[in-house]
């Protein structure tokens, strides 16, 4: 059974960093695109990031841009995603998604047509 696990998300002030993870199991992930949306309330489901199988290449959201990184280890099917200078509006339910033949259009679509999802991890900024 694939397994996207989400992980780190918590309360923190705004200007202050967060590390989310992303631990895959259940098949190897390496040759799998994977990436972040996020949801907050009331909103649609926003792209944050993506990664190539290769690492080789990232894509952000323009909310996020010079913000957050994100990043992978094949060898242990873990993502991440580093969140700095946070903002109130950065907070949402994180999400973690994987793909098995790259397409960025379904990354910037609201990540319809992935392949697989994780639960979630919540990510609160206070002001």
């Known amino acids: 059974q694939v397994q996207l696990v989400e992980s780190g998300g918590g309360l923190v002030q705004a200007g202050g960093s967060l590390r989310l993870s992303c631990a895959a199991s259940?098949?190897?992930?390496?040759?799998?695109?994977m990436g972040w949306f996020r949801q907050a309330p009331g909103k649609e489901r926003e792209f944050v990031a993506a990664?190539?199988?290769?690492?080789?290449?990232?894509y952000y959201g323009d909310s996020v841009k010079g913000r957050f990184a994100i990043s992978r280890d094949g060898a242990k099917n873990t993502m991440a995603l580093q969140m700095n200078s946070l903002k109130p509006e950065d907070t949402a339910v994180y999400y973690c998604?994987?793909?098995?033949?790259?397409?960025?259009?379904?990354?910037?679509?609201?990540?319809?047509?992935?392949?697989?999802w994780g639960q979630g991890t919540q990510v609160t900024v206070s002001s």
């Open positions: 998604a994987a793909q098995r033949s790259w397409s960025y259009s379904n990354w910037a679509t609201g990540g319809y047509g992935l392949d697989y």
């Open positions: 259940g098949r190897p992930f390496s040759t799998y695109a």
């Open positions: 990664i190539t199988w290769s690492g080789g290449f990232t």
